[in-house]
């Protein structure tokens, strides 16, 4: 669904059409058709502009509006945010699209009149899916899954970092063997922290033996340099959401002028998810895509730090239909938590807003949303993941491998206890 909108003499005039199609890229054409009866088509001939806003799935009040359908409305321009557009006709600043255009031609249609437009201007505001009307009556796409996701554990060394040297590298068998199968399975695990001279050999472990890709966290870009010296396939560095991201663009720099181009440099933003900084995350996320970071995560806070309501599905997904286009191709991770029990939650709403990638802690180490849980979501969806049910189910219960306390079992109650069609097109 679209707003038809035009501007003129008398001003701003605007309807709910769905008569609207692409005609041709070279050079960028559109048609609307308008019902000849209606007072939109004289504007609209005498104005010789329109402009089309494609309306997303949460405008359904303003498509009413527009339709004529919300009694009462004597300026439909008082809701949504618009902007003059190119030819002066109003765009909406957070519609799906929208296009603004000159008449070039018109063509008789029956009771219709075909307008032919030349697109002078364009945006594409948001990424979001469109608002429907089929069969009279208001819808919108389902929103489509991945075929695939990524993970990256962190939770296996991270116990006991310290401010020097590589700190909690894997310390036993049982551990070595964790990171050996989840690296296998196409996870990368953090080897442990860098923020001194200590530990140089140690950042580059696991980098060169044919398993999957390993990181290493570093304190600063001279961390990072080390790191990447001593062989490290790739370097994560904590920065908070302060609308410029400078450590991280640092880092990328210092690593490239010491010639390691291959090294991936990943932005953690801190804190990310917390309420209030949803607009300096979104400056953050664009310098750091611009920087030439190879990925950026989002790190919900954790419990106590701050006030973790505002990862709520709802925000998360307003956050995200706006990060994810900011980013452009740069790989944009979630590091969730289960607060309040929406982790899973949170990750499908993340999966279904376009992000690919997850950091997760096996065990759910550190409160992190758990590999073995989002792999069971994953499973159930029909979303493939690195790690697979019976894989899983193997290191749980394997020879010393990490096994996952039982829960009791519950206590029997007794039974005393068991209690199509089109919209009309408005004036």
Same mark, same amino acid.
């Given at each position: ?146 075929? $695939?996701?990524?993970? *990256?554990? !962190? ?6 970092? %310290?401010?020097? +040297?590589?700190?909690? @590298? /894997? &310390? ?53 340099? $080390?790191?990447?010296? *001593?062989? !490290? ?6 920065? %908070?959401?302060? +609308?410029?991201?400078? @450590? /991280? &663009? ?76 900011? &980013? ?100």
């Amino acid at each position: 669904m679209g707003i038809v909108t035009t501007a003129g003499e008398d001003g701003w005039h605007g309807m709910t059409a769905s008569s609207f199609s692409s005609v041709s890229l070279a050079p960028p054409l559109v048609l609307v058709c308008l019902d000849q009866r209606i007072r939109s088509h004289d504007l609209l001939l005498r104005n010789g502009v329109f402009a089309v806003n494609v309306l997303g799935r949460d405008h359904l009040a303003l498509g009413r509006r527009f339709a004529g359908m919300e009694p009462g409305v004597t300026d439909r321009f008082a809701s949504g945010d618009w902007l003059p557009g190119a030819t002066g006709s109003p765009v909406l600043t957070d519609s799906a699209a929208w296009v603004d255009c000159r008449v070039l031609h018109r063509y008789p249609g029956g009771d219709h009149t075909i307008f032919l437009g030349e697109v002078v201007a364009a945006g594409v505001p948001r990424i979001t899916s469109p608002l429907l009307f089929h069969s009279r009556s208001w819808g919108q796409l389902a929103d489509p899954l991945p075929d $695939r996701v990524d993970l *990256a554990d !962190s939770g296996l060394t991270d116990s006991g970092l %310290t401010g020097s +040297g590589l700190a909690g @590298a /894997a &310390a036993g068998p049982r551990d070595a063997r964790l990171t050996q199968v989840l690296r296998r399975a196409g996870i990368r695990v953090r080897l442990g922290h860098l923020g001194g001279e200590r530990g140089q050999g140690a950042a580059a472990e696991g980098g060169g033996d044919g398993l999957g890709c390993t990181s290493v966290h570093v304190a600063d870009a001279a961390a990072a340099v $080390r790191a990447a010296a *001593a062989g !490290s396939p790739a370097v994560e560095l904590t920065i %908070t959401a302060d +609308g410029h991201g400078t @450590a /991280a &663009a640092d880092t990328v720099r210092a690593i490239r002028g010491a010639g390691h181009p291959d090294t991936l440099v990943v932005a953690r933003v801190r804190d990310a998810l917390q309420p209030g900084l949803a607009r300096a995350c979104l400056l953050t996320v664009q310098r750091l895509a611009a920087a030439g970071c190879g990925e950026i995560v989002l790190e919900e806070p954790a419990e106590g730090c701050h006030d973790t309501d505002g990862a709520s599905p709802l925000e998360l997904r307003r956050l995200l239909q706006d990060a994810i286009p900011e &980013a452009g191709p740069v790989p944009l991770r979630l590091a969730l938590r289960d607060h309040h029990g929406l982790g899973l939650v949170n990750a499908l709403t993340g999966m279904k807003s376009g992000v690919r990638c997850f950091d997760t802690h096996f065990g759910g180490h550190g409160g992190l949303l758990s590999t073995e849980r989002l792999v069971l979501l994953c499973s159930r969806m029909n979303v493939a993941a690195p790690l697979d049910i019976a894989a899983l189910r193997a290191l749980r219960g394997g020879p010393g491998v990490l096994r996952r306390q039982q829960r009791p079992a519950p206590v029997p109650h007794s039974p005393a206890q068991t209690v199509s069609s089109r919209v009309p097109e408005s004036q």
